[in-house]
């Protein structure tokens, strides 16, 4: 099965920041990847997919690169509303997903 | 709009089988553009892919759940279903679901359901 590792685990950062996370597939996965953003209590919410395309909806300041192995996540300019878990995702192994650990990022 | 609502018990015995549904509106469950799924995710915890359920019928799930997964659409309801027998406590979590666009991220999903298993 395909893993995904995610770094790293927590980050604190300031409103303004520029943040870049990481997600590691164990096996070349192409571009099959997605990210998604959660806040307490409520459901995931869809970013970015195929590596770097943004949904509908989301902000020019996510931004999603990479292929095979390696992939980030890059929030430029941070705001409040950001401040949330993000969670990768691998569809390489279609019709079977796995996620990955998650990156929480904080207010310093 | 498309909107996906969980429902079913929030307490379930060890050992019983829980059961969820999920109501679907602004598409169709039979359109073969998507397809349909459950993920879980313990409190404080991350997200755990539990299976999908596709336009023809077809049904995939997480092999670490070793087949206690069942996974049913009712169309004439426009919604899916989720039954997840042998429960222990490792099973208590929020529970998702969610509409998968084919090739598959997941791009709409319902707000959750907390189901506890109590021994």
């Known amino acids: 099965a395909i893993q995904l590792t995610q770094s790293p685990p927590s980050l604190s950062a300031s409103v303004g920041d520029r943040v870049t996370l990481t997600c590691r597939a164990s096996?070349?996965?192409?571009?099959?990847l997605a990210w998604y953003q959660q806040k307490p209590g409520k459901p995931p919410k869809l970013l970015i997919y195929?590596?770097?395309s943004l949904e509908i909806g989301v902000p020019s300041r996510f931004s999603g690169s990479g292929s095979g192995t390696d992939f980030t996540l890059t929030i430029t300019s941070l705001q409040p509303e950001d401040f949330a878990t993000y969670y990768c995702?691998?569809?390489?192994?279609?019709?079977?997903?796995?996620f990955g650990p998650g990156t929480k990022v904080d207010i310093k | 709009q498309v909107q996906l609502q969980e429902s079913g018990p929030g307490l379930v015995k060890a050992s019983e089988t829980l059961s969820l549904r999920c109501s679907v509106s602004g598409n169709s469950i039979t359109d073969g553009s998507y397809y349909w799924g459950w993920i879980r995710q313990p409190p404080g915890k991350g997200l755990e892919w539990i299976g999908s359920l596709y336009y023809s019928g077809a049904t995939y799930h997480n092999p670490s759940l070793k087949s206690r997964v069942i996974i049913s659409g009712d169309t004439s309801k426009n919604d899916f279903s989720l039954k997840l027998n042998s429960v222990t406590a490792a099973d208590t979590a929020f529970y998702y679901c969610?509409?998968?666009?084919?090739?598959?991220?997941?791009?709409?999903w319902g707000q959750g359901t907390m189901v506890t298993v109590s021994s």
């Open positions: 096996q070349v996965i192409g571009i099959s």
């Open positions: 969610a509409r998968g666009a084919y090739g598959g991220s997941f791009d709409i």
């Open positions: 995702q691998q569809y390489e192994s279609y019709p079977l997903f796995t």
């Open positions: 195929d590596a770097s």
